[in-house]
């Protein structure tokens, strides 16, 4: 069932960001900040050393990290959010379009604009920085793939998809947010494995920009008024092309 709350929650909302600006404090300086680099190393070094096991196992990682590939990640979710909004009443699905515009387009600006204003670091990929990394771009010179970046902080592709599982998770409920979690820890490993994102990229960068969003759209009224809003656009765009018909 779809949630429609107009009011602040205070003591959520102040969790939630509580909780972004410790986790970032954390990493950007002070006795955390050695843990977390032991572990971006041990992560790195396990995931990345994987792909000496054989060449089956490092092409699909070459094609995992291709450009094309993020099509998948958009397929399966586009495919669990029409589940979402064609299997409850049909009353209902004028709302849930609504609510699946404000996720994309609140999810999209919110990711650019935090990782522009807050996360502005130049950062050099793993596989840019640690010795003997393995470059899938070097194995297969042929496949167009990402495997090192010079701005890898935020990890933004891990941000968009574990925002989509908060949302679904909120909106559809346990079963949706469960598929939506599985879909963002398995397409987040991609860019892990090849070295394009070090652990924290995500982890961090994308855990800041994950409670910062998810406490200002969900605890506060917005949410619900922009999809109000969308819900009685979209109905009278409705109206109107009903009319235009029986004209």
Known sequence: MIKKEYTWRVSQLFICQLSAILLYASWLGGPFRGVWDRLDNAVFYFLNGSLQDG??????WAVA?????DLVPAMCMLGVFFHFLFAGNIEGVQRRVAVGIFMVVYSGLTTVALSEIFCSIDRL?????LEHSIRLSELFPDIPLKDASSVSFPGDHATILFLFAAFMWYYGGIQYGLAGLLLSVV????????GGHWMTDDVVGGGFIFLTAVGWALFTPLHGVTVNFLENGLGRIRERFQ???QN
């Open 55 to 60: 060449r089956s196992w490092q092409f699909f």
């Open 65 to 69: 990290n291709n450009r094309f590939f």
């Open 125 to 129: 990929s793993p596989t840019l920085v």
């Open 187 to 194: 397409f987040s490993l991609p860019r892990l494995v090849g």
């Open 243 to 245: 009319r235009w018909r």
